[in-house]
C-alpha cells in the first residue's frame, strides 16, 4: 500500500480518530507529538503524518493489535499506513520521536477531546520545542520558529537542561547555544543575555 504523503489537517485526524473509535472497546490515552500535536493546536495548518505516543506498554500493544484487525499495513517499527494511504507513527513510553523527554511529559500534556474511548492529548509546548530541536532538521526549526513567541524561554531553557541531563548526545548543549545565538538573530527575537550566560556555564560543566 502506498503512503500518498497528503497533508493531514487537524479536520481530517479527527475524522480518522472518529472512524476508528467505533472499534476501540477499552479506554486509550493518544498524546499527540512533534507536527501533529502542533496542527491540532492550531500552530500549523497540516502535518505529513500522524505522530502518536502510548503510555503503558498494555495500552501500545492494543493499539497495534486494533490497527491489524481494522487493515493498516505494518510498516517497519513504528509506522502503520491506513487504507487512505496517511501514516501513523507509534511511540511508546517517554522516548518521543527517539529523544528521552522527561518522565512527567505526558502528564505535562493538554487534553483535547474525546473519540469513544480515545482521550486525545498534545505534547506540551516546551516538550515539542525540547523534541524538535533534538532532532533539529530544517523542518523542525520552522516549527520551532512558530512556537517560541508562545512560550517563556527561562522556562524552555530549565527544562531543556532538566530533559538533557543525562543524554548521551555529546553535542546537545551545543544546540540550545546555537538556537539561542544563531537562530534568535536570524528570527530577529530578543533574548536577555542572562540566559544565554547561564547556557554557557552549563556547556563548561
Known amino acids: ?19 476508528i473509535s467505533g472499534f476501540v472497546d477499552k479506554k486509550v490515552r493518544m ?4 507536527g501533529t500535536a502542533l496542527t491540532i493546536l492550531g500552530v500549523k495548518n497540516s502535518t505529513l503524518d500522524i505522530d502518536i505516543n502510548i503510555e503503558s506498554e498494555k495500552e501500545y500493544k492494543y493499539v497495534c493489535n486494533l490497527f491489524e484487525k481494522i487493515g493498516f499495513e505494518r510498516s517497519g517499527d513504528i509506522r502503520w499506513i491506513t487504507q487512505e494511504g ?6 511508546h513510553s517517554s ?3 527517539g529523544t528521552d523527554l522527561l518522565d512527567d511529559c505526558l502528564k505535562k500534556s493538554r487534553y483535547i477531546k474525546s473519540f469513544g474511548n480515545i482521550e486525545l492529548y498534545t505534547l506540551s509546548l516546551y516538550d515539542i520545542t525540547i523534541s524538535k530541536l533534538a532532532r533539529g532538521d530544517p523542518r523542525d526549526f520552522d516549527d520551532i520558529k512558530s512556537i517560541i513567541k508562545k512560550i517563556d ?9 532538566e ?12 544546540k540550545l547555544l546555537d538556537l539561542l545565538e544563531i537562530k534568535f538573530k536570524g528570527w530577529k527575537i530578543n533574548i536577555d543575555n542572562k540566559i544565554i550566560n547561564e547556557v554557557k556555564r552549563w556547556m563548561e560543566r
Open 153 to 161: 524561554i527561562k522556562i524552555l531553557v530549565k527544562r531543556y537542561k
Open 86 to 91: 496517511l501514516a501513523f507513527d507509534l511511540f
Open 163 to 174: 530533559t538533557m541531563e543525562n543524554s548521551a548526545v555529546s553535542h546537545y548543549k551545543q
Open 1 to 19: 500500500m502506498a503512503h500518498n504523503r497528503e497533508d493531514i489537517n487537524a479536520e481530517k485526524l479527527f475524522e480518522l480518530l472518529e472512524s
Open 95 to 97: 522516548s518521543i520521536l
Open 31 to 34: 498524546y499527540t507529538l512533534g
